[in-house]
C-alpha cells in the first residue's frame, strides 16, 4: 500500500474542468489498489494574480515543495494575452515553479492510440505504430539567458546558454529512458551553427560512451522538424534544448490528433509536476466541452514516474484506450462518423473511464 500526498493545481479556463477528472482517477486508483492518497489544493496563474496579486504564492509553492507529486491544469487568460506589456502574468508562475523546482525535464509521451488515427491531419499509414518519448529541457537556453535592448531600443538579444552539467542531468534522463524502451535516441540540436549546440552535443558523446547499448543519432533541429512528419515511426526518445523543445513537441502533438490527448511531466530531483499540454482555452472554458484525457493520462504518469506504481498507470491508460474502442469521443476528437449520442461532454467521458477502470 502506497500513502502519498498529492497537491491539485487546477489553474486557469479549462484547467479547472479537466482536472477535476483526472483527481477523480487517481481516487478511483487509490480505491481499487488500495492505496492511500490525500490531497490538498492551491492557487497560480490568473486565479492567483487575482486573490493575491501574485502568480505564484509563496503559500502554493511551499504546498508544492512538500507533497509526493502536483497533479497541474493550465494557466492563462485573455486579459494578458492581448496586453503583452502586462508586468505580472500568469505564465510566470510558471516559469517560476519550474526553476524553484529544479524541474529541468519535460517529458511527453508521443503515442497516437489506434482509434484515433483518424484524428490526425498525418495519413493513417505513415502514423500508425508511432510512438516517441521527448526529452525537453526546461531550466535553461534561451528563455533564461540574458536579455535586453541596446542600440536605443532598437536592437533586442536574447542570449541562449548551456552548462555542461546542464546538458548532463538531462541527457542521463533520456539515456536511462531509452535503456527502457527500444534504446534508441535522437539528441537534436544546431551544432553547425550554434556554439551553445555545440557543447549540448559534446555533452551527449560522453554520455553515450556510457551508454554503449543505447544506438544514438545526431540530428540538426531543422532536419528534425521535417522527418517527424515524414516518418515519425524512425523515432524513440529524442532529447532536445528548451527551445527545439518547445517548438518540436507541438509539431509532434499533431502526431496524436488533439492537444486534448497529451500528457507531460516536468521532473527535477524534488518534486515532480502532472500536466496537460494544452492551454487554458478560454473559448471552450464552462462549456463541458473540454476533453479531460490528457489530463488523465497525466494522472498516469504520476502514478508511473513520481510513485512507481506501473500497473497502476497502466490501467489509467487502458481505460482511455476501453473507453476510445467503445467509440465514445469529446467533440475535439469526434469526427464525421462519429453518432451524436456518443460525443460526451467533460464529465461525461470522465465516467466512462472511471467505469472501466
Ligand atoms: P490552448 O491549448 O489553450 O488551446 C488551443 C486550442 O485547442 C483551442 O481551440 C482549444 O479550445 C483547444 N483545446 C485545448 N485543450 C483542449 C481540450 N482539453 N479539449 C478540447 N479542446 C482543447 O492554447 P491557446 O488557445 O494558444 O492559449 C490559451 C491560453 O492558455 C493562453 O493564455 C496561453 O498563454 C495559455 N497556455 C498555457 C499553457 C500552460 O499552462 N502550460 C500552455 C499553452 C497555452
Known amino acids: 500500500m502506497a500513502k502519498k500526498h498529492i497537491l491539485v493545481v487546477p489553474g486557469d479556463g479549462i484547467g479547472q474542468e479537466v482536472t477535476a477528472v483526472g483527481k477523480k482517477v487517481l481516487d478511483r486508483i487509490a480505491a481499487k489498489y488500495n492505496h492511500e492518497f490525500t490531497y490538498d489544493e492551491a492557487l497560480i496563474g490568473h486565479v492567483a494574480i487575482e486573490a493575491t496579486g501574485n502568480p505564484l504564492p509563496d503559500e502554493t509553492l511551499e504546498k508544492m515543495k512538500n507533497s509526493d507529486a502536483v497533479l497541474f491544469g493550465a494557466v492563462g487568460h485573455p486579459k494578458y494575452d492581448n496586453d503583452p506589456t502586462a508586468k505580472v502574468r500568469p505564465e510566470q508562475g510558471l516559469l517560476k515553479m519550474r526553476k524553484e523546482l529544479g524541474l529541468y525535464a519535460n517529458l511527453r509521451p508521443i503515442k497516437l492510440f489506434d482509434e484515433l488515427l483518424s484524428a490526425s491531419s498525418i495519413k493513417p499509414e505513415i502514423l500508425k505504430g508511432s510512438d516517441i518519448l521527448f526529452f525537453r529541457e526546461l531550466t535553461g537556453d534561451i528563455y533564461f ?20 552539467y546542464e546538458v548532463q542531468r538531462i541527457g542521463r534522463k533520456a539515456f536511462e529512458a531509452a535503456r527502457t524502451r527500444n534504446k534508441k535516441l535522437v539528441s537534436v540540436d544546431k551544432a553547425n551553427v550554434l556554439e551553445s549546440s555545440r557543447l549540448w552535443r559534446e555533452e551527449i558523446q560522453k554520455l553515450a560512451l556510457e551508454y554503449l547499448d543505447v544506438e544514438v543519432e545526431y540530428q540538426f533541429v531543422d532536419a528534425t522538424a521535417m522527418i517527424l512528419i515524414k516518418d515519425p515511426k524512425r523515432f524513440d526518445v529524442v532529447v532536445t534544448a528548451n527551445l527545439f523543445g518547445d517548438i518540436l513537441t507541438d509539431e509532434a502533438s499533431q502526431i496524436a490528433g488533439s492537444m486534448g490527448m497529451l500528457a507531460s511531466a ?65 467533440k475535439d476528437i469526434a469526427d464525421a462518423n462519429t453518432p451524436k449520442d456518443m460525443i460526451l461532454g467533460t464529465d461525461a467521458i470522465g465516467e466512462e473511464i472511471l467505469k472501466m477502470i
Do not use: C
Not at 539567458?145 to 533586442?156: S, V
Open 145 to 164: 539567458g540574458e536579455k535586453g535592448r541596446k542600440n536605443n531600443g532598437d536592437t533586442a538579444y536574447d542570449v541562449a546558454e548551456y552548462s555542461r
Open 266 to 330: 516536468s521532473i527535477g530531483d524534488g518534486t515532480g509536476v502532472y500536466e496537460p499540454i494544452h492551454g487554458s482555452a478560454h473559448d471552450i472554458t464552462g462549456m463541458g466541452l473540454a476533453n479531460p484525457m490528457a489530463s488523465v493520462l497525466s494522472a498516469a504518469l504520476l502514478l508511473d514516474i513520481s510513485f512507481g506504481l506501473k500497473e497502476e498507470s497502466n490501467a489509467v491508460i487502458n481505460a482511455v484506450d476501453q473507453v476510445l474502442k467503445k467509440g465514445f469521443r469529446t
